[in-house]
């Protein structure tokens, strides 16, 4: 993919600090699942996210943990990219971490998966000596009411807590849980093949010996002796060659896994280079974490015809409303429309997802599309947020991702002019 506005970066001001915030998250994240104590880094929109999991699990009776522990193979150190735009800088920050997924259903497991992977997230802070407007939406980090940068800098409407700048920023704006499954060549498992394969082969020899009609007794009673050795030998033989040809189907599969998607990379290319042209904020990494974001509240709410980012005209299909975790694997434009202002594009997400049905947890790779719409009047906002905007006719502030108008004044709050709504969603 092309990389608007994105650099690698080694002088950014914040990047230990980044460091910091992300491995203070990796905590919260954890006590999220164990102690349903929400992370005090997580932007708003983000939280939403995670409690409509919350709701969805808990409206099919489930209890679902993940614990991030030490990789197994690689290195753990943290990595970090960033992009941004003239007020906030993005940046990416993940590490490859020792993930373990175990789901309850009434107290019983139900689904245990441990397996190597990685942890990012896109964090937003301020740029170097920037400020954003005060009237840039946001819920305050303490009673969660939706206000806006300036009120809460001057105590919160509801609660009357006053925040600094630095207590507002940076903020976890998305997450990317990454689970590569086993790893491809599993030495570990050779010993497993070897010794399947001796005492298969341990019977077969010692009921060949028995028949054999041309031994005498002493010659019999030596083979005998022999068949442990004699089945070790093959079990080394046989074993080997089998994990060897296990593993090689395997990586080949796993391969077709990673490269799902390659066929939609040139109509992304088209597609973002245009957005780019027409909004210069847009760019390939913004549109990828704002569309899976979109994704995950239509997957994780129990009711999601009931978002305000929902314009389906049709029900979300039985198969999509099984899944309660998804993890993203890959994402590409399949078609897109810009007229009279308004942008049309219909997406396929390549995902893992985790899906509940007739009381078991089925891991599959599903394929999905979603079809979004916007309208293309202003440059892209990286600090908009869905559960805490501002009234364009009244300028009070309310959670948009709940209600479609405004609760003061009653107009409808145009949702399309700064945020992508759903129009269709299949699989
Ligand atoms: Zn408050
Ligand atoms: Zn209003």
Same mark, same amino acid.
């Given at each position: ?33 164990? &102690? ?19 709701? $969805? ?11 991030? %522990? &030490? ?15 003239? *007020? ?18 009434? %107290? $019983? ?11 990012? @997230? ?17 819920? !305050? ?14 105590? !919160? ?30 030495? $570990? ?56 040809? @296990? ?14 998607? %390659?066929?939609? *990379? ?5 597609? !973002?280079? &245009? ?99 916007? @309208? ?32 003061? !004044? ?18």
């Amino acid at each position: 993919m092309d990389m608007h506005n994105f650099e690698l970066t080694s002088k950014l001001p914040n990047r230990c600090e980044g460091k910091k915030q992300y491995t203070r998250f990796v905590k919260e994240f954890s006590d999220w699942y164990a &102690k349903g104590k929400m992370s005090e880094l997580v932007s708003r929109d983000t939280r939403f996210m995670l409690e409509l999991q919350k709701q $969805k699990l808990q409206s099919f009776g489930l209890d679902m943990q993940l614990k991030f %522990g &030490k990789p197994n193979t690689s290195d753990a150190r943290p990595a970090l990219l960033s992009y941004e735009d003239s *007020v906030f800088e993005n940046y990416i920050v993940g590490a490859n971490k020792h993930i373990t997924t175990t789901i309850r259903s009434s %107290g $019983k497991e139900i689904y245990s998966r441990d397996e190597d992977g990685g942890l990012s @997230v896109v964090m937003q802070d301020l740029k170097y000596g920037s400020a954003p407007s005060p009237d840039t939406g946001m819920c !305050c980090p303490n009673c969660g009411s939706p206000s806006t940068i300036g009120r809460l800098m001057s105590g !919160c409407e509801f609660c009357g807590t006053k925040f600094l700048m630095d207590e507002l920023y940076p903020k976890v704006m998305h997450i990317f849980v990454e689970r590569r499954g086993k790893p491809v060549f599993d030495t $570990k498992q050779i010993k497993k093949y070897i010794l399947v394969c001796a005492l298969v082969f341990l019977p077969i020899y010692i009921l060949l010996n028995l028949f054999r009609a041309d031994i005498g007794g002493a010659e019999r009673i030596t083979n005998y002796i022999y068949a442990v050795p004699a089945a070790l030998i093959i079990g080394v033989m046989l074993g080997t060659g089998a994990w060897f040809f @296990v593993n090689a189907i395997r990586s080949v599969m796993l391969m077709g896994k990673t490269a799902r998607g %390659g066929s939609t *990379v040139l109509k992304s290319l088209i597609f !973002c280079n &245009k957005m780019h042209e027409l909004d210069p904020t847009f760019s390939t990494e913004y549109f990828r974490d704002r569309s899976t974001s979109l994704l995950k509240f239509m997957l994780y709410s129990p009711q999601p015809q009931e978002l305000a980012i929902c314009r389906c005209k049709k029900p979300v299909p039985e198969k999509l409303r099984e899944i309660v975790d998804i993890t993203y694997g890959n994402s590409g434009v399949n078609k897109y429309k810009i007229r009279n202002g308004v942008c049309d594009v219909s997406l396929t997400f390549y995902t893992d997802s985790l899906h509940y049905h007739r009381g078991k947890i089925i891991s599959k790779s599903d394929k999905i599309h979603i079809s979004l719409r916007k @309208v293309i009047k202003k440059p892209t906002d990286l600090g908009f947020s869905l559960t805490a905007v501002s009234c364009p006719f009244c300028s009070a502030s309310f959670d948009a991702a709940k209600v479609g108008e405004c609760p003061f !004044c009653g107009n409808t709050y145009p949702l399309e002019e700064n945020e992508w709504v759903v129009t269709d969603i299949r699989i």
